[in-house]
């Protein structure tokens, strides 16, 4: 049974920076690529940014540049660096186990509970 945790979520003032940290439990992290998604009230739910078992990552055109995806494969853990961050940020955040083909990924169907972030203008 794959379980994922997430974390890291708050509030905070535009222009701060948060981190978020996502712990997987039940599969072979090392192979898998994660993704973050988040959704905001009365939207539809997106991807954030996602990282391949080899390191590479893809970004939402919106936090191209303040934000950042990174795994610690030893911890079983995906991290998202927050930084710059916007109002328009506000919104639940997720953790997905997908996969990675031909340089995009795709979810799968394990997430997470999720983890509020409010960003106050």
């Known amino acids: 049974q794959v379980q994922l945790v997430e974390s890291g979520g708050g509030l905070v003032q535009a222009g701060g920076s948060l981190r978020l940290s996502c712990v997987a439990s039940?599969?072979?992290?090392?192979?898998?690529?994660m993704g973050w998604y988040r959704q905001a009230p009365g939207k539809q739910r997106e991807l954030v940014a996602a990282?391949?078992?080899?390191?590479?990552?893809v970004y939402a055109d919106s936090v191209k540049g303040r934000f950042t995806i990174s795994r610690d494969d030893a911890k079983n853990t995906v991290y998202l660096q927050m930084s710059s961050l916007k109002p328009e940020d506000t919104a639940v955040y997720y953790c997905?186990?997908?996969?990675?083909?031909?340089?995009?990924?795709?979810?799968?169907?394990?997430w997470g509970q999720g983890t509020q972030v409010t960003v106050s203008s």
């Open positions: 039940g599969s072979t992290f090392r192979f898998t690529a």
């Open positions: 997905n186990l997908g996969v990675w083909m031909s340089g995009s990924y795709s979810p799968g169907r394990y």
């Open positions: 990282i391949s078992s080899g390191g590479s990552t």
